[in-house]
């Protein structure tokens, strides 16, 4: 196990009703807040109820709206000079990812004097943070409980993550019910990030993170228990609180402290997304058992087949080969038949012609440091073997 | 699932050498510091390490030394004495859990006008808390990231927690080589401490806490793993690693958030110790197998068959209750024969004379929202059985 400091100190309040200590827990972060939202909240209801709580709380509320999937930097940069013109103290996000992610940017690009992308593409220029509060209503990115943001530039074609301690959030509400009306499509693609994100952590390097390796485990259990049962009854309370708090504990930390790796998948989607705008979570389940390929020939068997016995229940008996060839069977069929999601980037619309392209921009993020290597070839070899 | 708010704000520093942070973060919550401790940190040369960190920091330090196993409340009102004296503004713990417990009662003590016993009786009456840290040199409690403390008063054969939010460690310190010196006895018995939080928490009542339920069985994995290589290799460090950051995760409130149960077995061994001053783990190893006889008693070989199939790979083919009475075989031979602890009280110097009265004792502190009901004369069944 590598050596680690373990800070997480977000208060979550999970659960029916929790909305009733938003203004609360408002206020005590400041009495001028931005409130960053999509669009979906206005026709839930939710819209309504959050503005009541903060005008009770006696806050004044500033608004950005209409921040879309993949979150641009002209969202960002919207917010920014709203922070700016009302002198905001505190950012509230009333959303999924995309929306945490962009306020999380918004409030470190307040106090950083130049070009606010500049912050995204070296996250060590950021100096402050406004306090960052969320209610979150999709599970999957895991952004209400962590330090970090996506965010999109579409003309240079880029999606980087940017991050940074104070930008995770001081505390966020998790309401179960409020992901009742994630349509299917919506519900399948969040299960598949916050699988990506567990394996991402889970397919490491470091020698003796065994705690770290089984609640790995129970994670992806949760999703691949649950999951299905949030798409066939969407108001299961059990299906939806557990996939969202296994939403927030795949990302938080808890499960790469002492066993840090660079992540693999992420980086090769993100160039999907950012050149063609396709849904993240589709992305990754494209990508994910063609990695577990490359993983397989790269010669380590031996992590698939403990992933294999483990999360899939795959008798230990089998040659160690079998196992882990099953266990890469078993998560396509998942995502594919269990979830419903795209097995082929043909299916999103994605054909070969800019694969060179996508692969020579994702070759230097995966550098150094992932599980297996990952040069311009075998990402190449990823994305043509997705087709 | 049950709603819940997480805080967990405790920052952890772990892994080899992180004691050089210790200056730097103490400094940060006091200029003036009672530093408590028991009596092995001086012969394993911490106690220098320590104090040089402290002073260079420009620590000013009050000494609470001598603190004993099944800390007293005596200790307690020593130390309150001296924070009072010299206007002491944080408490440093260096050791196990007995002395993190009496150092966190320490800091609660300090601004309680009345008698410091009052406040363990009461938990509600605790109304200021000094900043408390802690440099752990024992895998067992958890004190070292959870907000409670157990104090002893041996005139009243007394052992009672108490706990309060702000009772939780600041920051912890956990180095795993501190604990290559551990004896076999105290790493077996802080091994079937750790188990049994997680087992207390495991065996809930709440539906649909699965998430949870999967972390339980990856605790309880490791210590099955690891307890017995610490003994056969004190200095293996993965080993040290994994089950001193099984304790902290045991009972720091992440496996019970949302599956909330009051604990069985813990109240019950606190008689044991209160009255017999035995040692806490052993007690517990002891108890633990009886009680799990109880719960198959009262019907409830499902939840046993779970943890049977989960934690000891049991086959899930057998009949329900055959797995049960093998994970209760297993458990018992593994506190036996792999942990080396006593089976029956008798081998802890405890007989029958006084099993009514601690049965009378322990039976108001069990009276609601037990797994299974422990009336009264369960509780004495179960004291007998262990005999």
Redesign the interface.
């Known amino acids: 196990?590598?050596?680690?400091?373990?800070?997480?100190?977000?208060?979550?309040?999970?659960?029916?009703?929790?909305i009733q200590n938003l203004g609360a827990q408002m206020r005590a972060l400041g009495s001028r807040v931005l409130l960053c939202y999509g669009g979906s909240i206005k026709k839930s209801g939710l819209y309504q109820q959050v503005l009541e709580q903060l005008q009770q709380a006696g806050i004044a509320v500033t608004e950005l709206a209409g921040i879309e999937p993949n979150p641009r930097i002209e969202s960002v940069k919207r917010g920014v000079e709203l922070c700016r013109a009302g002198d905001i103290q505190a950012v509230l996000a009333v959303g999924g990812g995309s929306v945490i992610d962009c306020a999380k940017v918004v409030a470190a690009g307040v106090s950083y004097p130049g070009d606010t992308w500049d912050i995204v593409l070296d996250a060590t220029k950021i100096v402050h943070v406004l306090p960052v509060a969320s209610v979150l209503t999709l599970a999957a990115t895991g952004s209400e409980m962590d330090c970090g943001a996506v965010i999109t530039n579409l003309q240079t074609h880029e999606k980087l993550g940017t991050h940074h301690p104070d930008m995770r959030p001081k505390f966020s509400v998790l309401d179960p019910t409020y992901t009742y009306t994630v349509s299917k499509w919506q519900t399948a693609c969040g299960t598949a990030d916050i699988m990506s994100h567990i394996l991402e952590s889970y397919f490491t390097g470091v020698?003796?993170a065994?705690?770290q390796a089984?609640?790995c485990?129970?994670?992806l259990?949760?999703c691949i228990?649950?999951g299905p049962i949030a798409l066939a009854q969407p108001d299961d309370?059990?299906a939806r609180?557990?996939l969202m708090?296994?939403s927030s504990?795949a990302i938080n930390n808890l499960l790469s402290?002492?066993a840090e790796v660079a992540w693999s998948v992420h980086a090769m989607e993100h160039e999907l997304s950012a050149f063609y705008d396709i849904t993240h979570g589709a992305g990754l389940a494209i990508l994910t058992p063609t990695w577990m390929e490359h993983v397989l020939r790269s010669g380590r068997a031996d992590a698939l087949a403990v992933y294999g016995t483990e999360v899939w229940g795959i008798d230990r008996d089998l040659p160690q080969a079998d196992i882990a060839r099953m266990a890469i069977d078993n998560t396509r069929r998942f995502f594919k038949e269990d979830l419903g999601l795209p097995g082929t980037l043909g299916e999103v619309g994605i054909d070969g012609s800019r694969l060179e392209e996508m692969a020579h921009k994702a070759a230097p993020l995966l550098a150094t440091g992932t599980f297996v290597p990952l040069r311009y070839e075998d990402i190449l070899a990823i994305y043509r073997a997705s087709l």
């Open positions: 196990m590598q050596n680690f400091t373990y800070s997480i100190p977000t208060t979550i309040l999970f659960g029916r009703g929790q020698q003796g065994f705690v089984r609640f485990e129970g994670l259990r949760s228990h649950y309370y059990e609180a557990n708090w296994t504990l402290y002492g």
